[in-house]
Nanobody
Framework: VKLLESGGGLVQAGGSLKLSCAQS????????MGWFRQAPGKEHEFVAA????????YYSDSVKGRFTISRDNAKNTVYLQMNSLKSDDTAVYYC???????????????WGKGTLVIGSS
């Protein structure tokens, strides 16, 4: 299973950005998907997750109300729409997959290589 993120970049505070993660190999529609991020000098932080069907979503308190996770099982792709970006959102964002219907931040089976998001103040 390979996960390939795209869509990162530099955005001004208050702006928006949409990340995509395309999965190859495996059965995407059977996997719960999620996003983690790692800011400079900090540990990995859970951001958002979505169940295999897309019916259940989960967010960290730091992004709730600003970020939206979604998936298109026909395209083997998961998205992260980020609005009202802040400088604190600056991090490398990683796409993750769990070989299960529902997500668990403690049990990740696959990681992407990450895409850098910079929120400039």
């Amino acid at each position: 299973v390979k996960l390939l993120e795209s869509g990162g970049g530099l955005v001004q505070a208050g702006g928006s950005l949409k990340l995509s993660c395309a999965q190859s190999g495996g059965t995407f529609s059977s996997y719960a998907m999620g996003w983690f991020r790692q800011a400079p000098g900090k540990e990995h932080e859970f951001v958002a997750a979505i169940s295999y069907s897309g019916n259940h979503t989960y967010y960290s308190d730091s992004v709730k109300g600003r970020f939206t996770i979604s998936r298109d099982n026909a395209k083997n792709t998961v998205y992260l729409q980020m609005n009202s970006l802040k400088s604190d959102d600056t991090a490398v964002y990683y796409c993750t997959a769990r070989v299960a219907r529902y997500y668990s931040a403690d049990t990740i089976d696959y990681w992407g290589k990450g895409t850098l998001v910079i929120g400039s103040s």
